[in-house]
């Protein structure tokens, strides 16, 4: 277990976390270019193609992180269940990959090359598009296979109630990292007005997929609490690491949540105004830091042992 909270393991959780949130951001925005109706891409067409570029490198680039940092976990993991000097033989390595964690991981590595490919051919054909998202939600799903979802305590399903809180998570917080990238630096050389209505059109799609997946993100997170702790979970924070842990987690992801509505429905309907721009960058650079610290929190909560419960 102290290998498991060791620097070098947290931060390539960290690393993985971030990776496949960017990846699932990336994807989100696949709508911009395969629907010719969508009213950015018909009403500013070059800058939707800038943006579609930016999009499919920054998934391009996340999908292939995901892959470097399983590999990372791969190595890593092998490693905390040899003894010190022992070798790695082909045999260890295969008794490790046909466990259930080197099936979940498995299966995140091929759904990261999959996307890589998909991300890879949607800089150049809007079909890659399909084929990026298809492989970033098989990607969602796989990732509570090598994790706390993946125990008894998870229960039956529980992978899936993790797939639904990691895809809604990436859509909120990736979703936010590719508008503040991606999105805005498209529109840089825009004229002012013009600038003004198309960060309107991407800040108010946006809003309007973060108050589905946002609710979903702390419903099915509050979900998995209940598995693993049972109903009196929110009584437990201060009882173990692992309490305290995710005491920290939920009151960084309530306080994301408030950005989140401060940029709903007070910096969204000011983007019309000459000051608009720079108050949303600021607070949408605030709330995407926050949301970055809840997975270094998530990659120190995954490896602590669960607190006792009584149902």
């Known amino acids: 277990m102290s290998d498991l909270l060791g620097p070098a393991y947290v931060a390539a959780r960290w690393g993985f976390y971030l990776a496949v949130f960017l990846t699932i951001g990336a994807s989100s925005f696949a709508p911009f270019f395969l629907r010719p109706t969508n009213p950015f891409r018909s009403g ?60 979940g991981w498995q299966r995140q590595a091929i759904s990261a090359i999959v996307a890589t490919a998909g991300f890879g051919l949607a800089r150049r054909q809007a079909a890659g598009w399909v084929i990026a998202v298809l492989a970033s939600l098989a990607l969602t799903v796989s990732a509570g296979m090598t994790g706390h979802a993946a125990t008894a305590e998870a229960g039956s399903g529980g992978w899936l109630i993790d797939a639904v809180h990691v895809t809604a998570g990436g859509l909120w917080t990736g979703g936010l990292a590719i508008l503040m990238t991606a999105g805005l630096r498209s ?46 979970w929110p009584f437990q924070f201060f009882r173990s690491g692992y309490g305290w842990a995710l005491a920290v987690k939920v009151a960084i992801v309530l306080l994301v949540g408030g950005l989140g509505a401060y940029n709903w429905r007070v910096v969204q309907p000011g983007l019309e105004q000459s000051w608009g721009e720079s108050r949303f960058r600021r607070s949408g650079a605030i709330e995407l830091l926050f949301g970055i610290l809840v997975l270094g929190i998530t990659a120190v909560l995954v490896a602590l042992p669960f607190a006792e419960h009584g149902g």
């Open 187 to 232: 529109c840089k050389d825009l004229k002012d007005d013009e600038r003004r209505r198309a960060h309107r059109l991407l800040v108010g799609a946006f809003s309007r997929r973060a108050l589905v997946v946002a609710p979903l993100t702390l419903g099915f997170g509050g979900w998995l609490g209940v598995r693993y702790l049972g109903w009196t």
């Open 44 to 103: 500013f067409p070059g800058t939707a193609a800038d943006l579609h570029r930016r999009a499919a490198r920054l998934g391009l680039l996340g999908s292939a992180a995901v892959i470097g940092f399983a590999l990372f976990r791969l190595w890593m993991q092998t490693r905390t269940l040899r003894e010190p000097g022992e070798p790695l033989t082909i045999d260890f390595l295969r008794a490790v990959l046909t466990s259930a964690w080197g099936h």
